[in-house]
């Protein structure tokens, strides 16, 4: 019949070929094969647990053959998710020809590793980036008495300490924005890690430079959200006073 579709078509969409398809898991057979090859360059040993499993990306404690503990993020390689991201990444300088499907989630990769370097390199706490290959990145692990660190949404401190913390934050808003004229872009209580007394920034893939279109709109939305989090545990910033902590011009975010 005209239009109906075959017994052999309807099996086609329900059978997926294995290799070809991406699954949910991260695993998929690129990534097996990547990690192969950290593995052998030595980059990483040993995969000790899992730490996290989000939409976007995976994060696993490993180990470097000498023992040092890495944070190795491994992003999925679901070109749906990552479409949606796919405009922080037009707009920014370093990434003139944005390339399509994969190899996009490799860019992004690279964009993370980039931003942590440039975020370390000028004083911003940032798990320091270690290397990245594909659709992973390897990382500082940040840890918390034998324990991943946990999120700042997570820990019970007292308001001297969440003063503190706060302070910490506007500090690093301050030195991204006026010194490595950048935005996190998603900056929130759960990107916020606490390690070795101090707040630590991660998850900096969509981190932009100021000249990108959308850098204001992040930076605004970030401002928001902190100036809400830290009013919500009696620590209270007005936005007015985020943004002449960092030295922005009101006038920017009105436009
Ligand atoms: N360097 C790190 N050290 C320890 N834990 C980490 C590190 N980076 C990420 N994590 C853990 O993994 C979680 C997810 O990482 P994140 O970069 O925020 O990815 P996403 O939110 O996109 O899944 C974090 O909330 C944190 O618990
Ligand atoms: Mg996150």
């Known amino acids: 019949m005209p239009g109906k579709k075959s017994r052999d078509d309807l099996l086609k969409e329900r059978i997926h070929i294995p290799g070809r398809k991406t699954y949910e898991e991260v695993f998929d057979k690129r990534t097996l094969m990547e990690l192969y090859n950290l593995m052998k360059d030595g980059v990483i040993d040993i995969l000790d647990f899992p730490i996290s499993t989000g939409k ?4 696993f404690k490993g180990e470097q053959k000498d023992g040092t503990p890495v944070a190795v993020k491994i992003m999925r390689i679901n070109t749906a998710v990552f479409r949606k991201y796919r405009r922080y990444i037009e707009g920014d300088y370093r990434f003139k020809d944005v390339p399509r499907g994969v190899k996009m989630i490799y860019s992004w990769t690279r964009k993370e590793f980039s931003n942590l370097r440039v975020m370390h390199k000028n004083g911003v706490r940032v798990p320091e980036p270690i290397s990245f290959s594909k659709n992973i ?11 991943p660190a946990p999120m700042l949404k997570d820990v019970d401190i007292d308001q001297e300490d ?3 913390v706060c302070k910490n934050i506007l500090d690093y808003m301050e030195i991204l924005y006026k010194e490595v004229n950048m935005v996190h872009g998603d900056l929130s209580e759960f990107n916020i890690l606490i390690s070795k ?5 991660i998850d900096v893939s969509q981190s932009v430079f100021m000249d990108h279109p959308e850098a204001i709109d992040l930076l605004g939305r970030d401002i928001k959200n902190i100036v809400r989090y830290f009013g919500s545990n009696n620590v209270d910033i007005t936005e007015e ?5 960092i030295g922005m011009d ?3 975010m009105e436009m």
């Not at 006073?241 to 902590?245: A, D, R, S």
């Open 56 to 59: 976007e990306a995976k994060v």
């Open 137 to 147: 990145l390897v990382m500082e692990y940040l840890d918390h008495r034998d324990f």
């Open 162 to 164: 969440m003063e503190y």
């Open 197 to 201: 007394s101090y707040p630590y920034l």
């Open 241 to 245: 006073e985020v943004m002449e902590k």
């Open 250 to 252: 009101k006038e920017l």
